[in-house]
Nanobody, 126 residues
Framework: QVQLVESGGGLVQTGGSLRLSCAASGRTFTFSSVGMGWFRQAPGKERAFVAGVSRSGGSTIVAGSVKGRFTISRDNAKNTVYLQMNSLKPEDTAVYYC?????????????????WGQGTQVTVSS
């Protein structure tokens, strides 16, 4: 089993920045063996892919809507994945979830992620 705990959400003004963290743990879990992703769900909308990072951290993917503003990274020594969010916009307001894929995926297909965190709220005021 894998437990994922997100942190770093909050209220920020348009143009501001936030850094989300997701700490992973588990008794027989090896963080460097899983792909990691960030997803978000805005009110009234379906959950959507934001960014993904490969097992080693050497490859990343970012959704077009946040490209150039958001950066995903991971620290395998700390069992943590990060989402640096800059130039935030009101449309970035959502609950942000991190997810782990034990098949190593870091792409947008949600079914490839077997473990999910509880989410952290990000609210961007205009």
């Amino acid at each position: 089993q894998v437990q994922l705990v997100e942190s770093g959400g909050g209220l920020v003004q348009t143009g501001g920045s936030l850094r989300l963290s997701c700490a992973a743990s588990g008794r027989t879990f090896t963080f460097s063996s899983v792909g990691m992703g960030w997803f978000r769900q805005a009110p009234g909308k379906e959950r959507a892919f934001v960014a993904g990072v490969s097992r080693s951290g050497g490859s990343t993917i970012v959704a077009g809507s946040v490209k150039g503003r958001f950066t995903i990274s991971r620290d395998n020594a700390k069992n943590t994945v990060y989402l640096q969010m800059n130039s935030l916009k009101p449309e970035d307001t959502a609950v942000y979830y991190c997810a782990a894929s034990d098949v190593g995926s870091y792409y947008s297909t949600q079914a490839e992620y077997g473990y999910w965190g509880q989410g952290t709220q990000v609210t961007v005021s205009s």
